[in-house]
């Protein structure tokens, strides 16, 4: 079992920087391949970043073009998602989950499960 608490969401200007956590209790942690997804109301959960067990290889989604940047802490069991130069249309609720099946870079919703609670990005213009 993995239980995973998001925070450092808020609201912010376009352009600012925000650095989101997700801790992690359990022992599976430092073997799971991580990820980060976001979502907006009314819209489906899409996937914005992974990271190996081991914290060596990610992969991002393609509009992203290196504004972010996920990685980990094992030591801390702690996920990571740092966000530079925001834009407004990525106001959504961020949430972590760990990968139980499939590619590690998989961004497939299936294969992802022991999702978190969710944190609030809100960027205004």
């Known amino acids: 079992q993995l239980q995973l608490v998001e925070s450092g969401g808020g609201l912010v200007q376009a352009g600012d920087s925000l650095r989101l956590s997700c801790d992690a209790s359990?022992?599976?942690?430092?073997?799971?391949?991580m990820a980060w997804f976001r979502q907006v109301p009314g819209k489906e959960r899409e996937f914005v970043a992974t990271?190996?067990?081991?914290?060596?290889?990610?992969y991002y989604t393609d509009s992203l073009k290196g504004r972010f940047t996920i990685s980990r802490d094992n030591a801390k069991n702690t996920l990571y998602l740092q966000m530079n130069s925001l834009k407004p249309e990525e106001t959504a609720v961020y949430y972590c989950?760990?990968?139980?099946?499939?590619?590690?870079?998989?961004?497939?919703?299936?294969?992802?499960?022991?999702w978190g609670q969710g944190t609030q990005v809100t960027v205004s213009s």
């Open positions: 989950a760990a990968r139980v099946r499939g590619n590690w870079k998989s961004g497939a919703l299936r294969d992802y499960a022991y």
């Open positions: 990271v190996s067990w081991g914290g060596t290889r990610t």
């Open positions: 359990g022992r599976t942690f430092r073997s799971s391949d």
